[in-house]
């Protein structure tokens, strides 16, 4: 990156080339030191910053000297040939029209993808030092368990006492249900907001009603909660629109009244952005709460659906080990680095076990929150955005090399004859420049055109999440398609000067060169085609790169048809999922042992289960799991082998609702409910886990401080992705746990709405204060997964389609004007004896002779890329090695046909070709 | 130097009030600049070598700063590296933009578009 940025160096004139440029280099060798340990996105940040600031104030200075004393007469030759420039282009519609159009879409695709890329990556995230920001997560890989597990709440205590590293560090933990606001309110809550203004100027702690709006059906209103503990936001450095943080310790530990923070949008919406709400009581869930402020949003995209935010230890929860609910952000310290943290907090937590066996085989791990907010996935797939539209740049360039090199032939009388005329090489040189730039800056305009109309079809086609969440305060990025974003029209502007020079050049030396003696040759020697080997290798460059593009976009479309084939491990068609809370006991009781009965008495309805957290719902619960020898009850073994498994708590019927196969033993019944039987499922991963081998029926396993009996196996479930095998899992009988936060499965041939008013009306009979939530298709879950690969192959795809029409392109109008040029030796030919059939495959043969070699070029280029590739973007491809033989084989095909057709209409001519005519010319 | 008018130069560019602002105490080279302004902001200006150097071109022709002979100890000393020096015209420049600016607070204040804590002190040394 040095060597890119010494050479952007030279822009400068050289007398302060002299002066400062070894000083240059060396801060901006600082400045690389200062963001390398911040990764690649910002390293490219800063070189496209750095590249761009140079470039801006070398050409400034450039100016400056020029326009110093001469400015009206350099104006005025500049106004003279972009006038010159413009008659020129009008005279050739044809070939500017097409120039233009190539670059507008080349350039188009290229500030499509860098407003993605600039929105979703080279942002920087919006909170102060957000490098300073980590996740902090548990590594229990010496366990047995993953390398990434949530944070246990002993274990980040011990770090914060015993380490001096972290600023601030807190966790949140996202409910699984949602909140009833405002739902039947016991006690002195007032029934309008004017009457509760008028009592709350006499009292603070009167209960204000929020006004319930918006939701479906009738009900309390259901707000999503996320509890958060103090330092949390702190460490984000979050402040309140108005109001306050939590307090640590005081409010929270367990019994701490409840406090709330409301976010600014049901602030607004149900509170009438009222600004006396600080110091108020609402109702959630039947139980007051005091509101201490507002919340900004907060752009974490797990949190971003937080409707308010609560004291996490409040609700008598402590947290014990064992619970794998918390995740754990924190700030480091100003100077403190993750290495040296990380390896801090590990000795920390090293020393502790020695006190505690329990914190034993736990390492730590920090991870950027950067890194957290931009998967690998993401950051992989947008590189390779990148680098697809970087190739369809460098295609259409050569493709408009080549077609301004044929334009060349009917220059070079005029150029002649200015030659001949007294116009200076420079002079000459000067004006084809001005030509190429101004048909690059028409080709700029194009593209932000197109950069400007595709902008709604890529937010579109984008996966929810991709781009960044809007932060108020600073640029409203979402509301306005980040296109809008002012540096991507720079990138457009300086991309298409950077085409309008690459493609320019050759065509500008080579009509620059051609002397004034020129006029003194025939007409004929005029109108030889210009340098074909100088565009065979432009056209064997283009038929190369999109060889390229179409390997990548090939191997993109397998990897797409594989992931679509994978098996979830359940089978989502027909299902649609309702999020239920019940506030009352009683109530949630009777809901967990009956709703599941009473909907499959409908005909309409196939089977309806309950299940608590939904697969692929985003939230799961993990527990520390052990087996359990058949003599040993609820002791917690220690050495046994033991692991994080996800628990889901179910009804009856729920895998056949779902379509999970049971694979050994039985499902769980209605009688489990009833008798709250000490019983459970596990997943064939939970049996293979625990018992390889061996047959898991019977076997005891120990969750903290439950026990449970082994009745059945069913197949493993992919909850975190397509991409991820099934982990361990067991399923326990729904009111083992009583909890009347709850999802219900309902497969049926109904729409989503009619289920919906059907569970209504059970609800209504059932448990009246339950909270409904709009449907949610469970088939729509399942294709979220799929978007954000669907959204790089289309890209991809389109790239690769435009790449392959410049290829199409070239070829055809690079023999049409050999042909052209050939016209005499071609007659002549003809009237020797030579068979139009032999001209027309003598033609056809050269087209394939380019395309052979740009595809021996690309294949080339392919070997040699595909090994970066598979290193650096391996993580967007799905089970197809770069090398991927068929995709190879078929591109090929394709590119041979195309080229067969591009050939055809030039070799038909050369058979037409008329002897007797062309010998007369 | 003392004939020229500081007034002529007013209003300065952010970037160029913090660079002369970072050198007020110290005698720095181009990288020290960027971290001074950085670290004084929060992180909030961010100065790039190319505007940096930009700007110190400007500051030099301007005669607001000068290559200082000064080093630093040396031990911390880097040969490669230019230092500079904040002239006095450019200290009677900034003092003079430090003016314009709490002027235009004064004003701001005064419409009562903001409250401020402290009356503006005039001089800013």
């Given amino acids: ?921 | 130097m003392d004939g020229k008018d500081p007034l002529r130069h007013l209003p300065l560019t952010p970037q160029v009030f913090h660079i002369l602002l970072s050198l007020l105490d110290d005698d720095l080279h181009g990288y020290a600049i960027i971290q001074e302004v950085n670290k004084r902001t929060g992180g909030r200006v961010k100065l790039g070598s190319g505007t940096l150097y930009a700007a110190i071109r400007r500051l030099l022709e301007a005669e607001m700063i000068e290559e200082s002979d000064h080093r630093p100890p040396a031990e911390q000393d880097d040969e490669r590296r230019k230092y500079y020096r904040i002239t006095e015209f450019g200290r009677r420049v900034a003092a003079a933009e430090a003016e314009r600016l709490a002027e235009l607070v004064d004003q701001a204040t005064e419409k009562e578009l903001i409250t401020r804590l402290h009356p503006a002190s005039s001089k800013t040394d």
């Fill in chain 1, 1 to 921: 990156m040095e060597r890119f940025y010494s050479l952007l160096l030279w822009l400068y004139p050289r007398d302060l080339r002299r002066r400062f440029a070894g000083d240059m280099r060396r801060t901006f060798r600082d400045l690389l030191e200062r963001e390398r340990d911040r990764g690649a996105a910002a390293l490219l940040a800063l070189a496209l910053r750095e590249a761009w600031q140079i470039f801006a104030d070398a050409l400034g200075e450039r100016l400056r000297r020029v326009s110093r004393g001469r400015i009206g007469p350099f104006l005025e030759s500049l106004a003279r040939d972009v006038r010159l420039a413009a008659r020129g282009l009008k005279a050739k519609p044809g070939l500017t029209a097409v120039v233009v159009l190539t670059l507008a879409l080349a350039v188009g695709a290229n500030t499509s993808v860098f407003s993605v890329v600039h929105a979703v990556l080279l942002q920087p995230l919006p909170f102060p030092q957000p490098e300073q920001l980590v996740t902090i997560w548990e590594d229990r890989t010496a366990r047995g368990g993953s390398a990434k597990e949530w944070m246990e709440w002993p274990v980040l205590q011990e770090l914060k006492q015993r380490t001096d590293v972290l600023a601030a560090a807190g966790v949140y933990e996202l409910r699984t249900g949602a909140l009833n606001l405002n739902g039947p309110v016991s006690g002195k809550s007032a029934s309008n907001p004017a009457q509760a203004s008028q009592e709350a100027a006499g009292s603070q702690v009167s209960t204000i009603q929020a006004a319930v709006s918006g939701q479906v059906g009738s009900g309390p209103l259901q707000v999503v909660a996320a509890d958060v503990s103090a330092g949390f936001l702190e460490a984000l450095s979050l402040n309140p629109l108005m109001g306050r943080w939590f307090l640590d310790p005081t409010e929270d530990r367990p019994g701490a009244p409840n406090l709330v923070l409301l976010s600014e949008e049901l602030w607004k919406t149900s509170f009438a952005s009222r600004t006396d709400i600080v110091g108020r009581k609402i109702s959630l869930d039947n139980r007051e709460a005091t509101v201490i402020g507002v919340l900004p949003p907060v752009p974490i995209p797990d949190l971003q659906e937080a409707d308010l935010w609560m004291n996490l230890r409040a609700r008598q929860r402590s947290y014990p080990l064992g619970h794998f609910t918390l995740r754990a952000l924190g700030r480091l310290k100003p100077g403190i680095t993750l290495q040296s943290a990380s390896q801090q907090l590990n000795e920390a937590l090293a020393g502790a076990a020695q006190k505690d066996g329990r914190l034993g085989g736990i390492a730590i791990r920090l991870l950027p929150l950067t890194q957290e907010l931009q998967p690998q996935t993401v950051r992989q797939g947008l590189m390779l955005m990148l680098l697809a539209a970087g190739c369809l740049l460098l295609a259409g360039c050569a493709n408009i090399a080549g077609l301004l090199l044929g334009g060349v032939l009917s220059r070079r009388p005029e150029m002649a004859l200015r030659s001949a005329l007294g116009g200076g090489r420079a002079r000459l040189l000067r004006q084809v420049v001005t030509e190429n730039l101004l048909l690059a800056l028409l080709g700029g305009a194009g593209g932000w055109t197109v950069a400007w109309l595709s902008g709604s079809l890529l937010l579109e086609l984008a996966p929810p999440g991709l781009l960044p969440p809007q932060v108020s305060g600073t640029s409203a990025l979402q509301a306005n398609w980040p296109h809008l974003h002012p540096s991507a029209a720079l990138f457009a502007l300086a991309l298409s000067i950077m085409a309008g020079l690459l493609f320019g050049i050759l065509p500008a030396l080579h009509l620059s060169r051609w002397p004034a003696s020129a006029l003194s040759s025939s007409r004929k020697a005029l109108a030889r085609p210009g340098h074909p080997r100088l565009r065979a290798a432009l056209v064997a460059g283009q038929v190369s790169l999109a060889l390229l593009l179409l390997v990548a976009s090939g191997l993109l479309v397998r990897s797409f048809s594989r992931l679509i084939q994978v098996d979830l491990g359940f089978d989502p068609r027909g299902r649609v999922a309702f999020h239920l809370d019940t506030p009352d006991q009683a109530q949630a009781q009777r809901l967990l042992q009956e709703l599941p009965a009473a909907l499959r008495h409908e005909p309409a309805i196939r089977q309806a289960a309950l299940v608590a957290p939904l697969p692929l719902g985003g939230s799961d619960t993990d527990v520390d799991v052990a087996a359990l020898p058949p003599s040993q009850q609820a002791e917690f073994p220690q050495k046994l082998r033991h692991g994080p498994v996800w628990y889901r708590r179910v009804s009856g019927g729920y895998f056949q609702a779902m379509g999970i196969p049971l694979l050994a033993g039985r499902a769980l019944d209605e009688a489990d409910l009833r008798l709250q039987r000490r019983v459970a499922v596990v997943s064939q991963e939970t049996a293979h886990f625990f018992w390889p081998g061996q047959s898991p029926l019977g076997r005891r396993l120990g969750t903290g401080e439950l026990t449970v009996e082994v009745v059945g196996v069913a197949g493993g479930v992919r909850h975190n992705g397509l991409r991820q095998s099934p982990r361990p899992e067991i399923y326990v009988p729904a009111t083992m746990l009583p909890d009347g936060a709850i999802d219900v499965v309902v497969h049926s041939s109904l729409t989503p709405q009619d289920v919906h008013k059907l569970l209504r009306e059970h609800l209504s009979e059932l448990a009246p204060s339950t909270a409904l939530s709009p449907p949610v298709s469970l088939q729509d879950l399942a294709q979220d997964a799929l978007l954000l690969h669907r959204f790089l192959t289309v890209l991809t795809s389109a790239f690769a389609v435009l790449a392959l029409l410049c290829a199409l392109l070239g070829i055809a109008s690079a023999l049409t004007s050999q042909v052209q040029g050939r016209r005499g030796e071609l007659g002549l030919r003809l009237a020797l004896g030579a068979r139009r059939r032999h001209l027309f495959t003598g033609v056809l043969a050269r087209g394939l002779t380019l395309t052979a070699a740009g595809m021996l070029l690309g294949w080339a280029l392919s070997v040699l890329l595909s090994e970066v590739v598979a290193a650096k973007l391996g993580g967007v491809l799905f089970r197809t090695t770069a090398t991927d033989e068929m995709t190879y084989g078929l591109v090929s095909l394709l590119l041979a046909a195309v080229s067969l057709a591009a050939s055809l209409i030039p070799a038909w001519q050369a058979s037409r070709t008329d002897p007797l005519q062309t010998l007369r010319e």
